[in-house]
């Protein structure tokens, strides 16, 4: 088809080289413009340039876009592997260095998008952070220093690399806003929502897009509480009938022609209306079914308020209730093992027994590989508020006013670190610069990277962060967007490995 040019756009990875290679070598087309990602090696152009002697190539042009922005200040790089962050070094070094490798292509496109070049730090505890932290310096400052000279701004950017660990709690919670419910009980992928085992949706609604670039109900309500998009709904539900109604009425041929010139808005507002009535009708289902406002009440007392022996009773008589799923049982004593695995060891070992008995598929050993894993002496922020006196003195304040939605009162750890950045108070003992660089003054952009991935409560907190403060934009990025589901799998997969491998270390 020598007729047509070719438009390429790849990952400039070896393997698309290659294939491009082999295309090359034989082109079917009679002009290629390829298009990359991200940076392109001088080895890579060269095999190109030797595939192409028939002279096909019109241009070879980096566009960087290596990273899927999902939301305005939210973006992720959908890495498979996500688990790989888990595994110490030494049990598989190619699967982590190919990891790390995948991370820093990703923030390295980002900030050539950006067109700037950040100083970076990263959480002291982390080796995979520090790894990725020093490895995106390098880059930036040594290998590609000329690609990454852009103008100097007055105070550089902040590139913070942390570690999901650090916060294991906000994945495991259940949620009640929005965009972050529809991902925990349904699942987002891309912005895109799979509708096909729903039984109730249409067919041209088997997967439906929740995007607020395109949809404007979504848009305004994306972060709001459960209990207000019913009553928004209901509202949008009302004008569309009014919009029908009046459609129904075509008397004139006038009548006709605005009808049929109205008709795709007609169309999308009807395509749009039953997309959020089937979402909420099928999530109010789910909530139902398992239980969910019991479940998460208990979920948000463990993540928010001390009390452990109200605790321990709260989680063991949900244990006991025939109608909670294993997934819920599972994620409670995990909520418990987080709060109190030094407080109460003994009870610990109750709930463990009665969710062995109870769940026949849970995997023995998760909870423990998860304290392991995430657990209070592997971590750095004051996840509970109860290390340092500033948050203890903050949570009586807030308990002292009152919350407003019993359902929606934790805040994930990444609050406190955005408000740390803003004051100027994040501590270099606990977070490092690499290099011999420093911070004078408050940063205007702030980029905060989650290796082991970010999740929707986090995004809508970016969001709001920068809707209130003037002078400074938090954008969030991780390796994949998480739920409860996901986290659990990515445990799974990593307490899988580290068994297999546990005689060699």
Not at 58 to 78: M, R, S, W
Not at 192 to 217: G, N, P, R, T
Not at 424 to 451: K, M, S, T
């Amino acid at each position: 088809m020598y007729h047509l040019k070719a438009v390429c756009f790849l990952r400039p990875t070896s393997e698309n080289i290659q294939l491009l290679r082999r295309q090359l070598a034989n082109p079917r087309f009679g002009e290629y413009h390829l298009f990359f990602s991200n940076i392109l090696k001088e080895t890579q152009i060269h095999i190109l340039a030797d595939s192409d002697e028939q002279d096909v190539v019109q241009q070879v042009v980096e566009f960087y876009g290596d990273f899927v922005a999902i939301d305005p200040y939210h973006f992720t790089l959908n890495m498979p592997s996500n688990h790989i962050y888990m595994i110490p070094a030494v049990v598989d070094p190619p699967s982590l260095q190919h990891f790390c490798d995948r991370v820093v292509d990703g923030i390295a496109a980002l900030f050539l998008a950006l067109k700037q070049r950040p100083v970076i730090r990263y959480q002291r505890t982390s080796d995979v952070a520090k790894r990725i932290a020093q490895e995106a310096s390098k880059l930036m400052y040594q290998q590609e220093s000329g690609l990454f000279d852009f103008r100097r701004m007055e105070v550089s950017p902040l590139l913070l690399v942390i570690d999901r660990r650090d916060d294991p709690l906000t994945p495991l919670l259940n949620q009640w806003t929005y965009q972050a419910m529809v991902h925990e009980l349904i699942g987002i992928q891309d912005n895109k929502v799979d509708l096909k085992s729903i039984a109730k949706s249409s067919k041209d609604q088997q997967e439906v897009v929740l995007s607020s670039e395109q949809d404007s109900f979504y848009k305004a309500n994306m972060y709001e509480n459960f209990g207000d998009i019913g009553m928004n709904i209901k509202k949008l539900v009302d004008d569309f009938q009014q919009i029908a109604k009046s459609n129904q009425n075509i008397q004139t041929i006038e009548d006709m022609a605005k009808f049929v010139d109205n008709y795709p808005e007609y169309r999308k507002m009807h395509g749009n209306v039953s997309k959020h009535v089937t979402l909420v009708t099928e999530m109010s289902k789910i909530v139902e079914e398992r239980k969910l406002m019991l479940v998460s009440q208990t979920e948000q007392e463990l993540a928010c308020n001390g009390g452990q022996v109200a605790a321990f009773e709260a989680v063991t008589n949900l244990l006991n209730n025939e109608s909670i799923s294993d997934i819920d049982r599972l994620r409670l004593v995990m909520l418990y093992a987080l709060r109190y695995e030094k407080e109460s060891p003994v009870q610990l070992m109750q709930l463990f027994n009665k969710l062995a008995s109870r769940s026949a598929k849970y995997k023995t050993g998760l909870v423990q590989f998860l304290l392991k894993q995430a657990g209070v002496d592997k971590r750095t922020g004051d996840l509970y508020g109860n290390r340092d006196l500033l948050n203890i003195a903050r949570n009586m304040a807030r308990g002292l006013k009152g919350v407003e939605n019993v359902y929606t009162q934790h805040q994930p750890l990444l609050v406190q670190t955005m408000e740390s950045i803003i004051k100027g108070r994040l501590r270099d003992v606990d977070y490092p610069f690499v290099g011999n660089h420093f911070q004078q003054g408050r940063p205007q952009e702030v980029i905060i990277f989650i290796v082991g991935g970010t999740t929707y409560e986090e995004s809508r907190a970016v969001a709001l962060q920068n809707a209130t403060t003037s002078g400074i934009r938090f954008i969030l990025g991780g390796s994949v967007v998480l739920n409860s589901r996901r986290f659990l799998k990515d445990l799974e997969e990593g307490q899988r490995i580290s068994r297999s491998s546990a005689p060699m270390i």
